[in-house]
C-alpha cells in the first residue's frame, strides 16, 4: 500500500493539485476565520474548516462582578470597533466609560460568557424586564460579542443559546440593535430575527 501512495505522489501533476488544495483550504479557513459572512450565504456553518471544528466552546451564565475584570478588555474592544465604526460615518460618541456598578447591582441582568479552554472570548449582557406598554416579559440586548479571532460560526451558535434561555425563562421577545457590524443583521435574520423597527440618533450637541 504505501508503494502505491509514493508512486501516486511521485507525479508532478499529483504534488501541483495537492499544494493547489492545500493553498485554497488556507485561504479560505482564514476568510472564514475573519469575516463567515463572506461565505455563510454558500456555505453553511456546520461546513467550516476542520481545524475550527477541534475548538471546544462552552456557554455559561456568570456573575458580572465576578466575570468584569477578565471581560472588561473585550467590552473595551467591543466598544472601540463600534466608536470607530460610527465615526467613520461622521458620528462621534464618547470614550469608553461603562457604569460598571449599575451592572453589577442589577437583578435582571443576565452576563453570558463564551470560553473556550477557559478564556473568554466572548460575552453578551442581556435585561430580562416587563415591556413597558404591556408588561411582558422581554429579553433586550445591552451588548454581544465574539472576539474577531473567533468568528468562526460560534456568533451564531451563542446567539440560539441566548434565545433559548430567554425562552426558558418566560420571555416572549428578544430584541437586539445592532450597532458595531451591521453584517450582524443577515445572521440575526437567518436565526429567525424580524426587522420590527429603525433605531434612530439625533446628536444634540452638533445642531
Known sequence: MWAKLKA???????????RVQ?????????????????????VPTQY????????SYAIAIEKFSEAWPELEPLCRTHYGEMQARMAGEGMR????????????????????????????????????????HNSELI?????????PDHRNGIGRRFTKHILAELKARGC??????IATDLRVAKMCERVGFKRSAIAMTYFLQES
Open 8 to 18: 501516486f505522489f511521485s507525479y508532478s501533476e499529483t504534488i501541483f493539485l495537492a
Open 22 to 42: 492545500m493553498f485554497a483550504a488556507i485561504v479560505f479557513g482564514a476568510f472564514m476565520a475573519l469575516d463567515p459572512s463572506l461565505f455563510q450565504a454558500y
Open 48 to 55: 467550516v474548516p476542520l481545524y475550527l471544528l477541534g475548538m
Open 93 to 132: 460618541i464618547g470614550d469608553f466609560k461603562p457604569r460598571v456598578n449599575v451592572y453589577a447591582s442589577a437583578p435582571h441582568l443576565l452576563c453570558f460568557v463564551v470560553r473556550t479552554e477557559g478564556e473568554a472570548i466572548g460575552y453578551a449582557f442581556i435585561w430580562v424586564t416587563e415591556d413597558m
Open 139 to 147: 429579553g433586550m440586548e445591552d451588548t454581544i460579542y465574539i472576539r
Open 172 to 177: 416572549q421577545r428578544a430584541h437586539v440593535t
